[in-house]
């Protein structure tokens, strides 16, 4: 097992496992038309990937078999943040027969060192009750003011 940032190389990989993550959270049903799903998300990735897209997998046996992404962006700088960096964790996923690994977890540290290391001063995700655990073990604290609405 070893971890790699993915790149442009990996599309159909990222693709493949952003679907499955759909389809266990019930996001997507198998009889949906995915198809604009997956012409959107392979746009995305190749225009970001390695921009403001960072994402990391985990190989096992020439396969990728989890993966984690960071999208990056700046923002109006606030008290806590004065350099406006920010970054949104996503789409942290391993295939279930790879699972009770940690392969989760290791790729969350990898984005929270990148995140530094760029000089993020702000991250955040949207987790499941399964994932707030790990989350608050690595020093996420649970949110409970924000809210949204789909346009």
Do not use: A
Not at 20 to 25: H, V
Not at 46 to 73: A, M, P, Q, R
Not at 111 to 129: A, H, M, Q
């Amino acid at each position: 097992m070893f971890i790699k940032r993915l790149n442009i190389e990996d599309v159909e990989s990222f693709l493949h496992l952003r679907l499955n993550l759909f389809y266990e959270l019930q996001e997507i049903e198998r009889d949906d038309d995915v198809e604009k799903l997956k012409n959107s998300t392979m746009k995305y990735y190749l225009k970001n990937i390695d921009k403001t897209l960072i994402t990391y997998g985990v190989i096992e046996k020439d396969k990728i078999v989890s993966i984690g992404s960071l999208c990056l962006f700046e923002r109006i700088p606030y008290i806590e943040n004065l350099s406006g960096k920010e970054g949104y964790i996503l789409n942290i996923y391993t295939l279930p027969e790879y699972r009770k690994k940690g392969y989760g977890k290791e790729i969350t540290k990898k984005l929270i060192e990148y995140s530094k290391d760029i000089g993020i001063k702000r991250l955040w995700l949207n987790t499941s009750n399964e994932g707030k655990k790990l989350y608050s073990k690595l020093g996420f604290k649970n949110k409970e003011n924000e809210m949204e609405i789909f346009l």
